[in-house]
């Protein structure tokens, strides 16, 4: 049974950080690119961060620079170190494993709301 399990999120000021960890089972882990999504109330989803099964990564504008997408592959976890928190970053923050692709195609499915096996996502809200 594939389970992606998230956790970490929180409320936190801004200017705070946050790790965010999506644990992985039930499927081929490192053939899969992982990506980190987000949502908002009435906002539409969108790509954070990726990191393909070749081990590229892509970052969206909004988080570059502030965010870094990392691995354990021993342990299949996924990892999101959210630096430098804004309160536009307020969201439900997912995990999934859209495919079995590079960063760049990676972004895009998740874009195109081709997900894949995904989680139930964890909270983070930040506070001016």
């Known amino acids: 049974q594939v389970q992606l399990v998230e956790s970490g999120g929180g409320s936190v000021q801004a200017g705070g950080s946050l790790r965010l960890s999506c644990a992985a089972s039930?499927?081929?882990?490192?053939?899969?690119?992982m990506a980190w999504f987000r949502q908002a109330p009435g906002k539409k989803r969108e790509g954070v961060a990726t990191?393909?099964?070749?081990?590229?990564?892509l970052y969206a504008d909004s988080v570059n620079g502030r965010f870094t997408i990392s691995e354990d592959s021993t342990t299949n976890t996924l990892y999101l170190q959210m630096n430098a928190l804004k309160p536009e970053d307020t969201a439900m923050y997912y995990c999934?494993?859209?495919?079995?692709?590079?960063?760049?195609?990676?972004?895009?499915?998740?874009?195109?709301?081709?997900?894949?096996?995904r989680g139930q996502g964890t909270q983070v809200t930040v506070s001016s």
């Open positions: 990191i393909g099964s070749d081990g590229s990564t």
């Open positions: 999934a494993a859209p495919g079995r692709e590079n960063a760049r195609q990676c972004m895009s499915f998740v874009v195109a709301g081709v997900l894949g096996y």
């Open positions: 039930g499927f081929t882990y490192n053939s899969y690119c």
